[in-house]
């Protein structure tokens, strides 16, 4: 998934879902809590890579992996292209109304637009970028 979409959520926590990511994250598709203030969104083939994923840890590993799937929720996108987050991740979120989706390879992310712009700042300046590009030696 790739692309960065603006949109708006309204009072009942409904989010419109872009188009070009409903078409890689389905008419269902899993939300969760991420390590950043933001949401993930994965299609039903990535949830099930990462749960295959996590099904190969160990015991210890795998008990850190909880807050993922207590948080986790399928939503279902309606004939309006949008999709309800649940009050429980749009808090931890912090999710207001004006909403940052994000392609991000095989998930999006779902970000209060206040949060994303001084990190979106921050990541898009060429000194970052070319710090990344030398930290994994590409």
Excluded at 18 to 40: H, I, M, N, Q
Excluded at 77 to 98: E, T
Excluded at 112 to 138: A, R
């Amino acid at each position: 998934m790739t692309g960065e979409f603006n949109h708006t959520m309204d009072s009942k926590g409904r989010l419109f879902i872009p188009a070009r990511l409903r078409e890689k994250l389905g008419a269902s598709f899993y939300v969760t809590v991420s390590d950043e203030k933001c949401l993930w969104a994965f299609s039903a083939e990535s949830w099930n890579d990462f749960v295959t994923k996590v099904r190969e840890m160990t015991y210890m590993e795998r008990k850190k992996m909880r807050p993922f799937f207590s948080s986790a929720t399928r939503c279902d996108v309606d004939a309006q292209g949008r999709a309800l987050i649940p009050q429980n991740l749009r808090q931890y979120a912090d999710l207001k109304k004006n909403i940052t989706v994000l392609g991000c390879d095989d998930h999006a992310e779902i970000w209060d637009s206040d949060i994303w712009e001084p990190i979106n700042k921050k990541e898009t300046s060429p000194l970052y970028i070319g710090e990344v590009l030398k930290e994994i030696n590409f």
